[in-house]
T-cell receptor
Framework: GENVEQHPSTLSVQEGDSAVIKCTYS??????FPWYKQELGKGPQLIID?????GEKKDQRIAVTLNKTAKHFSLHITETQPEDSAVYFC????????????FGKGNQVVVIP | NAGVTQTPKFRILKIGQSMTLQCAQD?????MYWYRQDPGMGLKLIYY???????DKGEVPNGYNVSRSTTEDFPLRLELAAPSQTSVYFC????????????FGSGTRLTVV
């Protein structure tokens, strides 16, 4: 089955700096890669996603890049703000089976004011 | 739309007790999922359903049961609670043939003592 790994497990950045979280996946058939943000006491919320036919996608201060050859994708947050502090999960799915997502273990991002 | 609604938000059980975690969605999603989240361990799939009347096991189904009598509801049943089931439980839903990612509920924090 799909194996998704995230690095680093914890990331601290100064407010205004950029943060980058990288995920690797194992299933070459994976075709959809979402990122979720989980704030304290809440459920994960989809913040950005990318499909396998696209190399990069941006939405204001966040972007996701995908390298299918190397089987990794990354979340980029620019001009970080204190409200960006959260746990971020990456996930990957495939065309096989039934639209299930395999999640990474999550990254704790701390933005220092 | 309320999205995915989970009840209760918090619960303390004694070992051996049983309970049902409720999950309802109003987005007409075919697929529904139950995950548990343990500290530092990410999200583990317990059970999922591809439509009313159809359920299947995920990665960690032991000690749990589910039913899906309607499209909207997907309750999770714990028959004999054990301390190992202390966790935060998330319900999620998605469309069938679109890789839109999941919509999560706000979670149920369960403690078994």
């Amino acid at each position: 089955g799909e194996n998704v790994e995230q690095h680093p497990s914890t990331l601290s950045v100064q407010e205004g700096d950029s943060a980058v979280i990288k995920c690797t996946y194992s299933d070459s058939a994976s075709n959809y890669f979402p990122w979720y943000k989980q704030e304290l006491g809440k459920g994960p919320q989809l913040i950005i996603d990318i499909r396998s036919n696209v190399g990069e996608k941006k939405d204001q201060r966040i972007a996701v890049t995908l390298n299918k050859t190397a089987k990794h994708f990354s979340l980029h947050i620019t001009e970080t703000q204190p409200e960006d502090s959260a746990v971020y999960f990456c996930a990957a799915t495939t065309t096989y089976g039934n639209n299930r997502l395999a999640f990474g273990k999550g990254n704790q991002v701390v933005v220092i004011p | 739309n309320a999205g995915v609604t989970q009840t209760p938000k918090f619960r303390i059980l004694k070992i051996g007790q049983s309970m049902t975690l409720q999950c309802a969605q109003d987005m007409n999603h075919n697929y529904m999922y139950w995950y548990r989240q343990d500290p530092g361990m990410g999200l583990k799939l317990i059970y999922y359903s591809v439509g009313a009347g159809i359920t299947d096991k995920g990665e960690v189904p032991n000690g749990y049961n589910v039913s899906r009598s309607t499209t909207e509801d997907f309750p999770l049943r714990l028959e004999l609670a054990a301390p190992s089931q202390t966790s935060v439980y998330f319900c999620a839903s998605s469309y069938h043939d679109r890789s839109d990612g999941y919509t999560f509920g706000s979670g149920t924090r369960l403690t078994v003592v």
